[in-house]
């Protein structure tokens, strides 16, 4: 398998359930970061990993845990969201910070 | 308040004409600037890239144009073609904020046969 793969693609959640989401890249990049989109707002950068340490958290909630156990995996551990937080979920890698390259997304809905 | 705009929600073009998107920024520290392309239920897909030192870059049907006296960027496609049918996106980063993209709200493109 090649570039950016993420699991689930869509996934339907309460708020008091517990989810994780899942990020792999096969490009060998040394960097990996999350993503909000939500609907008619830009990219919103959630988290970055550069070697597997975060670097970046850009005022993320709490209920919202990153985990990247290799510089090749990205997960995203989710609990007790809201229904605003029910958004489609990016993932990306790069090398260096340049160019990123971005999986198909994660569609959450938060009932 | 946002770094980086993309003032045209959306765009309508006739197949085999031009399409221009456009993009403005407003951190005059941004030196590197990319397009990514978007199609429904797939994640952003790289497109084109400048580096602020040039203020052109093509890379086939793709023209990038920056005016960096303007904070100004643009995408050209020509001739357009039914497939180009997407959501753009422009994104622009500084060396000195660890090369961190920040995107505009993006602008969907739509070529009619």
């Known amino acids: 398998e090649t570039g950016v793969t993420q699991t689930p693609r869509h996934l339907v959640m309460g708020m008091t359930n517990k989810k994780s989401l899942k990020c792999e890249q096969h490009?060998?990049?040394?960097?990996m970061y999350w993503y909000k989109q939500s609907a008619k707002k830009p990219l919103e950068l959630m988290f970055v990993?550069?070697?597997?340490?975060?670097?970046e958290n850009n005022s993320v909630p709490s209920r919202f845990s990153p985990e990247c156990p290799n510089s090749s995996h990205l997960f995203l551990h989710l609990h007790t969201l809201q229904p605003e937080d029910s958004a489609l979920y990016l993932c990306?890698?790069?090398?260096?910070?340049?160019?990123?390259?971005f999986g198909p997304g994660t569609r959450l809905t938060v009932t | 308040d946002q770094q980086v705009k993309q003032n045209s929600p959306s765009l309508s073009v006739q197949e085999g004409r031009i399409s221009i998107l456009n993009c403005d920024y407003t951190?005059?520290?941004?030196?590197?600037f990319l397009w990514y392309k978007k199609y429904p239920a797939e994640g952003p897909t790289f497109l084109i890239s400048i580096s602020s030192i040039k203020d052109k870059n093509e890379d086939g049907r793709f023209t990038v144009f920056l005016n960096k006296s303007a904070k100004h960027l643009s995408l050209h496609i020509v001739p357009s073609q039914p497939g180009d049918s997407a959501v753009y996106f422009c994104a622009a980063s500084a060396r000195n904020a660890g090369n961190m993209l920040t995107f505009g709200g993006g602008t969907r493109l739509m070529v009619k046969p």
């Open positions: 990306a890698s790069s090398q260096d910070h340049h160019e990123q390259y």
């Open positions: 951190n005059s520290m941004f030196d590197y």
């Open positions: 490009l060998g990049h040394n960097a």
């Open positions: 990993y550069n070697f597997k340490e975060q670097t």
